[in-house]
């Protein structure tokens, strides 16, 4: 989607990144997905271990359709892990659960990035599906204001990704501390949890970045439509 403009080469170099990351994220979790941790804890196991550590005996630990699909639901108070990691003690596994359970742990604690990312979600969500259209649209039919309000648009849904980074981070950071804290996974394990979810929070990144680079690319297509 208008790829052709000053930035195009920026657009083509971050989605090389972009799929680079991928497929490292890939590469990482089938490589520590066939690793079992010493404590043979399965993914719900873990969760729920950290979860009653601090007195979240109120929050579930379920099972859910899919790969990749694992998430905590703010509302429902619910972890919900992919089948595979929730049954599963490999260490991927319990990387993943120990992050799902640090969103957990942020919505008990009202963790503020949070907080603005849940504020965030409507705008997001209008932002990332009308924003390129409307800018499209308007720059096609020669209507600035519309166009404008497009990239507008389009940019509420990059501060999203924005703010989502922070959470994401320290849910990761929470995940380590507590996998160590609880000796979840012994000194020798940890680093491949690391960096299972080191690589995870890189397409979080990555995903802004792409972002960044197509703001650019709009900016710059409607300064030019400008001057003519
Ligand atoms: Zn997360």
């Not at 000194?187 to 690589?199: G, H, K, N, S």
Request: charged share 15%; glycine share 8%; aromatic share 10%.
């Amino acid at each position: 989607m208008l790829l052709f403009g000053p930035y195009t080469w920026l657009i083509l170099l971050v989605f090389l990144a972009t799929m680079l990351i991928q497929g490292w994220l890939k590469s990482t979790y089938a490589k520590y997905g066939r690793v079992p941790n010493s404590r043979g804890l399965s993914g719900a196991e873990t969760a729920r271990e950290i979860l009653d550590r601090y007195g979240l005996a109120n929050v579930q630990v379920e099972p859910i359709r899919g790969v990749l699909t694992d998430h905590y639901d703010p509302r429902g108070k619910v972890v919900r892990l992919s089948e595979g990691n929730y049954s599963s003690n490999s260490l991927a596994a319990l990387a993943v659960a120990a992050h799902e359970v640090g969103h957990a742990l942020q919505d008990a604690e009202n963790y503020v990035p949070m907080r603005v990312r849940s504020q965030l979600v409507p705008a997001a969500q209008i932002g990332s599906n009308f924003g390129p259209w409307l800018f499209i649209i308007g720059l096609m039919m020669h209507l600035t204001g519309l166009a404008t309000i497009g990239l507008y648009l389009f940019g509420a849904a990059a501060l999203f990704q924005l703010v989502t980074l922070p959470v994401e981070f320290n849910a990761s950071a929470r995940a380590l501390a507590n996998l160590k804290k609880f000796n979840l996974l012994s000194a020798a394990e940890l680093p491949a949890a690391r960096q299972v979810l080191t690589v995870a929070a890189l397409t979080y990144v990555a995903a802004l970045a792409m972002s960044v680079v197509y703001i650019l690319q709009y900016a710059a297509i409607l300064g030019m439509g400008r001057d003519d």
